[in-house]
């Protein structure tokens, strides 16, 4: 839980100023927070989006990269850019496919991070994949 709020803190400070200053982000705080609402959505953002993406571009790409190459680095960057690659058609515009790429990978850079600072364990990518979609759908509109 420890890494995950770091890596958490760490990709909001890297990710949101860019994309507010671009245009991609804008906060939209609510007015009311429904709780039972919010739990629901954590559970399925965890289920549904953070476990099957970490399985994949942690667990599978990421590690089987690791055995592929003596470089330390070149795992993390393949598997953060084909993570933020994955988001190029969740929107529209190829200036913002440009933006949501660039800033999906900088936050698979924070759930690689995640995932090598805990051991290699996926729980804490999992765990912090959740929270920063969580807290973008909560606060952020883009």
């Known amino acids: ?21 671009s245009g991609f982000l804008t906060f939209a705080i609510p007015e009311h927070i429904n709780s039972s609402k919010l739990a629901t959505h954590f559970i399925g953002l965890f ?11 942690r667990g599978l790409l990421l590690r089987g990269l690791e055995k592929a190459t003596t470089k330390k680095w070149v795992p993390m960057v393949v598997s953060s850019l084909a993570f933020g690659l994955m988001h190029w058609n969740n929107v529209s515009d190829l200036s913002t496919q440009i933006t949501y790429v660039l800033l999906a990978t900088i936050a698979g850079v924070g759930y690689a991070w995640a995932y090598k600072k805990s051991g290699n364990n996926l729980l804490a990518a999992i765990l912090t994949h959740t929270l920063v979609d969580w807290i973008w759908k909560l606060l952020l509109a883009g």
């Open 1 to 21: 839980l420890y890494i995950a709020l770091i890596a958490l803190a760490g990709i909001m400070v890297v990710v949101v100023p860019p994309g507010i200053i």
């Open 47 to 57: 289920l549904t989006v953070a476990l099957p993406e970490e399985l994949f571009f």
